[in-house]
């Protein structure tokens, strides 16, 4: 990440660590820099003496400055011997002001004093925080019936004792108020990694392809009640819009909604991050952040898996041993991967649906058994150099047949 960030996007994913670390001594040689690390939660001491060590290697490093913002007191002390500079809360007065923008129109606070009133009471409550003073605004948004105001100011919730990494009580107010659909299609996207970036049509064929979406109106299409649902996810801060390309958008997640979106979402998915992890056997969507942890010993028991997503996939036998153990897979992703070719077995899922083989640079073609996969609507081959019968080669885009 950080050379894509110095090189403006230039993909590296190929390099060996010894080639990544060249690339940046060349990069930054001679250069002053501000190194902006955000929202980091490593905790591994060891990988942050390298990093310095490596940045220290290109010269002096007097001139250049490193910022880590953090949730977590001991990565803060585990990253420098310095004194933290701890951040503390919005004034009352500033939360008031952005709380009145997010739950009225222009000037219609001054209509509803009482309403103000019991506002003041919760926005106490978010102790400074914008994101769940925000949060809170949206969620009372267009509601004027004082006691749907005085039902969320007395919720059970903001009772509950907070520890510092625990999520917040308005950003579970929040979710408990959205409708079911809502609430689903929210869990699933625990399922990608932290402070991704999401591509809004990647994301619709997702809830599409296990089913979460409203049943589309008259004449409407699936993809438009996915942006729908991306739209009211958004309008209640939920996540927020990065870019707009016109067939579709990116959005990304704050970190406090990730860890909400994991929490509510512990029954049916599972980011699976240790083999010592234990899975439970009713998870039906899986997230390995390394191949490797398909080996995890309860995974044996998990028969009904629908999703599978493999950060970075390196060995072909374990590939085969996923699509032995889940026969009812309807999305697996296989980013990043270092296939040559998809394995034959690959026909035995007649339940896929969504497919993604993004930055599969080695696979040249489809495996025999692809025909055989007659549920499919979705293939996402981008970066991945297909080669036609003539020894051609082209990197084919989203398809997508009707629902």
């Known amino acids: ?28 040689h001679d250069e002053k ?24 290697s290109r010269g002096d490093l007097s001139e250049s400055k490193i910022i880590v913002t953090t949730r977590s007191l001991k990565v803060a002390s585990i990253i420098s011997s310095t004194r933290p500079y701890e951040l503390k809360g919005l004034p009352l007065e500033e939360c008031l002001t952005l709380f009145t923008k ?4 222009d000037g219609d606070e001054s209509r509803y004093p009482n309403l103000m009133r019991i506002g003041e009471e919760m926005v106490k409550k978010c102790k400074g925080v914008p994101l769940a003073v925000r949060t809170l605004g949206s969620l009372l948004f267009s509601k004027t019936d004082a006691s749907e105001w005085i039902s969320i100011r007395d919720s059970e919730i903001w009772r509950l004792e907070q520890s510092k990494n625990d999520i917040l009580p308005v950003l579970k107010l929040s979710y408990n108020h959205l409708p079911s659909y809502l609430q689903r299609c929210l869990a699933f996207l625990s399922l990608n990694r932290k402070d991704e970036i999401y591509n809004s049509n990647e994301v619709i064929i997702f809830w599409m392809a296990n089913g979460l979406l409203e049943h589309p109106k008259q ?43 994991l929490d509510v979402s512990q029954r049916e998915c599972k980011t699976v991050n240790s083999p010592t992890e234990l899975v439970d056997i009713n998870v039906r969507h899986l997230s390995f952040i390394d191949e490797k942890l398909l080996k995890v010993p309860r995974l044996k028991k998990s028969k009904n898996v629908r999703t599978v997503i493999i950060w970075e996939v390196i060995e072909d036998s374990l590939i085969n041993l996923c699509i ?41 073609k489809l495996s025999r058994s692809f025909d055989q ?12 150099p297909l080669m036609q019968k003539h ?13």
């Open 1 to 28: 990440m950080i050379i894509q960030s110095i090189s403006k996007g230039e993909r590296c994913d190929d390099l060996t660590v010894q080639a990544l670390h060249t690339c940046l001594r060349n990069l930054l």
């Open 33 to 56: 820099f501000l190194l902006v690390l955000d929202d980091v939660w490593n905790e591994n001491r060891v990988k942050w003496i390298e990093l310095r060590d490596l940045l220290r």
């Open 102 to 105: 997010w739950a009225f129109n």
């Open 219 to 261: 004449n409407q299409e699936w993809e438009a009640v996915g942006d729908r649902h991306l739209d009211e996810l958004r309008s209640r801060c939920l996540i927020q819009k990065e870019k707009d390309y016109g067939m579709y958008s990116t959005f990304k997640m704050h970190g406090l909604i990730h860890d909400l979106a």
């Open 324 to 364: 032995s153990k889940f026969k009812y897979l309807r999305v697996l992703r296989l980013c990043d991967s270092y296939l040559t070719v998809l394995p034959d077995s690959i026909g035995t899922l007649k339940h896929l649906r969504d497919l993604d083989l993004t930055n599969g640079r080695n696979i040249r």
């Open 373 to 384: 996969l007659r549920s499919l609507q979705a293939l996402r081959t981008r970066s991945v």
């Open 391 to 403: 020894g051609k080669f082209v990197c084919a885009s989203i398809f997508r047949n009707n629902y």
